[in-house]
């Protein structure tokens, strides 16, 4: 089984983006399933999703909730591909861009 986690930093403020909601789902044939919900801690950062096998994934970042109104919602889908790998996906998220990678 694989681990995922994710980061996210709000670049317009300079600080981690605290208590956001994040949805980690997976893509079956009838569409996506939330797998599990959480929201980021002080840090920015949630490291609670349960672990996954491997497939299509997506991280789906409430932004909106946080403050940005043009970007109310940022879906970053991701395939897990190593069933024994760690997949950390940090979001780097400004008023008006954002970013994202496979960190580690």
């Known amino acids: 089984m694989s681990t ?3 980061h996210v930093l709000d670049l317009g403020k300079g ?3 605290v208590g956001m909601v994040v949805r ?3 893509w079956t044939e009838d569409g996506w399933h939330t797998v599990a919900e959480s929201v980021t801690d002080a840090n ?3 490291t609670s999703f ?6 299509r994934y997506r991280l789906a970042f409430e ?3 946080s403050g940005n109104s043009f970007y109310p919602y940022v879906p970053v889908p991701f395939v897990i ?3 024994q790998g760690h997949y950390h996906i ?3 998220l400004s008023p008006y861009g954002y970013s994202t990678y496979r960190g580690s």
């Open 4 to 6: 995922v986690s994710t």
């Open 15 to 17: 600080v981690p983006a």
């Open 24 to 26: 980690l789902s997976v």
């Open 44 to 46: 920015g950062r949630v």
């Open 50 to 55: 349960p672990e996954v096998g491997t497939g």
């Open 63 to 65: 932004t909106g909730e």
């Open 81 to 83: 591909d190593e069933p």
């Open 90 to 92: 940090p979001l780097l």
